[in-house]
């Protein structure tokens, strides 16, 4: 029995391989004409050639590509239907034992299997290509379908070109009302800001100089707030430092002043000092000089400005008074007041490199 | 052949003839490439596997063009276009995708 089997697994092998390999070649490309072209024979007898020549050329492990094609194939179809099959019948019959026939045919085929089929699909897969690029079947199905393709080009082209040509035309609708509302509320404050101006414009050159000079006055008055140039006074805090152990450096007097401003102080002094955008604060061995002048104990700091908050601001736990006091044992009193003055001014700075320049805007009223 | 020299001609005609998208395609006309590529994707699949079928090629491309438009027509006039037009393409993106993947393990055989 296991002589048997041997042999007629000898037997059984070759033979389908080599017999329905044509067989399989046939059978795929009838298959083919029944589902594509039932109009040229001629062309489908010519496929199997086109099919076949290829293949081999291409590379060179095709001679095992056939053979592995045909066996799974082949095993596939002949074992649910046997008797189907013409040629099959005939080398299962000279083998005299059908059953074990048909069971080394299927064993050989795993250790086959997973490598040449895919190689076997991939040619198959590129042969077929070839074969429909090479054969352009006039069928009105093919001709719809090239038409079709076209329109796919066309319309893929045009969209292309009319997405790059982005503007409002593409948007869709949502964002277009989107659009339009910010349009319209930009429309509605620019329309704001010229009735603001047009008053401001009939005040200033129609019936009133009174309100134009006004205007102007209090402009000029806010540029000598700022620029320390004019006495101010209003509620604020005085600081008055004690520096006996003469500790106490500019560096020291700059973080009290960035403090105050931090905290919203509007107009600051040092001594006779008014403190302002160019003032100095140095070092030198005898004392502090604020704007190149020496400055006498004890240090007097006025700031006008919310006395609350400024006074809230020196006095925090690891603040500005608490440094002075451990770091450099300086005695420092914060009294808040309901009225500071503070009459020293600066020194107007040196404006000769300085002309306003021509599209400089007026200052808001 | 005949389908790849179609595309071409396509591309052509819209390339050299100056043409705008009328306004009430505009929000239809991508959506409609999507699916028509995905339409081109399924039948290039179809032609490596063995089973296309003209017929059923120009029956599925003109359909899922259809189809994806009157989606989108949909979705507009139910305030939800522009969602449900993220909806097909999201689809048509997958499907497209595995089409892709078939062709490729035809040609390359992985």
């Known amino acids: ?37 039932t109009e040229s024979p001629t062309q489908a007898e010519a496929a199997p050639e086109a099919e076949a020549a290829p293949e081999t050329e291409a590379e060179p492990i095709t001679e095992a590509a056939p053979e592995t094609e045909a066996a799974p194939e082949n095993v596939l179809g002949s ?9 099959n019948p005939a080398p299962a019959g000279a083998s005299q034992s059908p059953p074990p ?11 086959v299997d997973p490598e040449p089929t895919v190689v076997a699909a991939r040619l198959r897969g590129r ?14 199905g093919h001709i719809v379908g090239a038409l079709l393709c076209a329109l796919l080009g066309f319309a893929l082209v045009v969209q292309v070109r009319e997405t790059s040509q982005a503007g409002l035309s593409t948007l869709r609708e949502s964002d277009l009302v989107r659009v339009l509302n910010e349009v319209t509320q930009r429309n509605k404050r620019l329309q704001e800001e ?21 205007q102007a006055r209090r ?17 604020g805090i005085e600081v008055s430092i004690v520096d006996t152990s003469r500790q106490v ?11 105050l401003r931090g905290a919203g102080a509007e107009s600051i002094s040092v001594n006779a000092a008014r403190v302002v955008t160019q003032t100095s604060f140095v070092d030198t061995p005898t004392a502090v000089e604020v704007d190149r002048s020496p400055i006498s104990q004890p240090y007097v700091i006025r700031a006008i400005g919310n006395a609350v908050s400024l006074a809230t601001a020196l006095e925090l736990p690891g603040g500005v008074q608490q440094r002075l006091r451990d770091d450099r044992h300086a005695q420092v009193s914060i009294t808040k007041q309901e009225l500071v003055r503070i009459d020293a001014v600066a020194a107007p700075g040196d404006s000769s490199a300085l002309t306003p320049s021509a599209s400089a805007g007026t200052l808001a009223p | 052949m005949l389908a790849l020299a179609g595309l071409i001609l396509g591309v052509l005609i819209g390339v050299f003839m100056p043409v705008g998208v009328p306004v009430w395609v505009q929000p239809y006309l991508p959506i409609a490439v999507v699916a028509a590529l995905d339409a081109s994707f399924g039948g290039l699949r179809a032609v490596l596997d063995g089973i296309f079928n003209d017929r059923v090629f120009v029956i599925s491309f003109v359909s899922n063009v259809i189809v994806a438009a009157l989606i989108v027509f949909l979705g507009d006039q139910l ?21 892709a993947a078939a062709i490729r393990r035809h040609l390359f055989g992985a």
Not at chain 1, 3 to 28: C, I, N, Q, R
């Open chain 1, 1 to 37: 029995m296991a002589k048997e089997s041997d042999v007629s697994a000898e037997d059984a092998v070759p033979d389908p391989v080599e017999a329905p390999g044509g067989d399989l070649e046939v059978s795929t490309t009838d298959s083919d004409t029944t589902d594509r072209d």
């Open chain 1, 79 to 87: 074992q649910p239907e046997p008797g189907s099959d013409p040629e």
């Open chain 1, 101 to 111: 026939a048909l069971e080394p045919k299927s064993h050989p085929q795993p250790e």
């Open chain 1, 127 to 140: 042969a077929k290509l070839r074969a429909t690029f090479l054969r352009p079947r006039l069928t009105t």
């Open chain 1, 194 to 214: 010229t009735v603001a101006l047009e008053n401001q414009r009939a005040q200033l050159g129609g019936s009133d100089p009174q309100a134009a000079l006004k």
């Open chain 1, 219 to 235: 402009q000029a008055q806010e540029v000598a707030i700022l620029a320390g140039s004019v006495a101010v006074q209003g509620p």
């Open chain 1, 249 to 259: 450096r500019a560096d020291d007097l700059v973080d009290l002043i960035y403090e």
């Open chain 2, 79 to 99: 305030g939800v276009g522009s969602q449900l037009a993220t909806a097909v393409v999201v689809v048509l993106g997958i499907r497209i995708f595995s089409n």
